[in-house]
């Protein structure tokens, strides 16, 4: 009696996998494509945690530049990632990255700190180092992660899965608009051709590359307003069950 009831469970709790998983979404897509706004935007409709991922290879390439590390030093940047002393604290409309104490949102959020976070990020040993700090981010009650390979590497199992795309450019006038907005003046050509040679990069690696998850659903941002695409998100997300 007592195995029968033991048998069942575990069929139950095997055929329930997702059930008891913290749920994540993830909103994967190239630079510009609005995945930061739309996660946080999401991220606050159901109360979930926030994993900006990007920011996170952002901070490690700031921080090599800062110490002048060669950034195709892979074993120099593979100690610098296990050892990052990084973390992230909310602030009004996200999290800011809190490097050493200091917060370094402003000087990661540029172009050039873009392009160099896609060059070591094209490292495999540097992506591997930096994988359980990415899974520490699943948390009750759930998480919102962006980056490039967050449904194809990092949480293979996650509920819901969204590839966001838009023209090359449309993402460098938002990116122009969103610098100019934040007092960085940078011209929008520049953008427009750093923005081509970081999709081209970020596409093309061997490793992770940016390319959607089998499963995913992938939402083409060119015409579509932020709450168009943030509704259409949290509608998926419902239909599987998140926020129920
Ligand atoms: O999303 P972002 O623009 O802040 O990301 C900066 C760079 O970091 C991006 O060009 C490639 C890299 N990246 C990555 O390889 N994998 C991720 N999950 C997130 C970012």
Avoid: W
Avoid at 35 to 61: E, P, Q
Avoid at 70 to 95: I, K, M, Q
């Amino acid at each position: 009696m007592a195995s029968g009831v033991f048998g069942a469970m575990i069929c139950f709790f095997s055929t329930g996998k997702d059930f008891f998983m913290i749920p994540v979404i993830t909103i994967d897509g190239p630079g510009g494509s609005g995945k930061g706004t739309v996660s946080r935007m999401v991220a606050d409709i159901f109360g979930f945690h926030i994993l900006d991922s990007g920011a996170i290879y952002r901070v490690l390439a700031f921080a090599a530049c800062k110490e002048g590390t060669d950034l195709a030093d892979e074993d120099v940047l593979c100690a610098l990632a296990r050892n990052l002393d990084l973390s992230f604290r909310p602030v009004d409309g996200g999290v800011a990255p809190i490097l050493g104490g200091q917060d370094i949102s402003k000087e990661i959020r540029n172009e050039t700190t873009g392009s160099a976070a896609s060059r070591v990020a094209a490292l495999p040993r540097v992506r591997a180092a930096l994988l359980d700090r990415q899974r520490a981010f699943q948390q009750e009650p759930g998480l919102v992660g962006d980056g490039r390979d967050l449904g194809t590497v990092v949480f293979p199992d996650a509920l819901l899965k969204i590839f966001l795309d838009a023209s090359a450019e449309e993402r460098a006038r938002r990116r122009f608009l969103q610098q100019q907005a934040g007092g960085i003046s940078q011209p929008y050509e520049e953008i427009l051709r750093e923005i081509r040679e970081r999709d081209d990069r970020d596409r093309n690696r061997p490793v992770a590359p940016l390319v959607p998850a089998s499963d995913a659903v992938t939402v083409d941002t060119t015409s579509m307003s932020i709450d168009e695409v943030v509704s259409t998100v949290a509608r998926l997300a419902r239909e599987r069950g998140i926020g129920s």
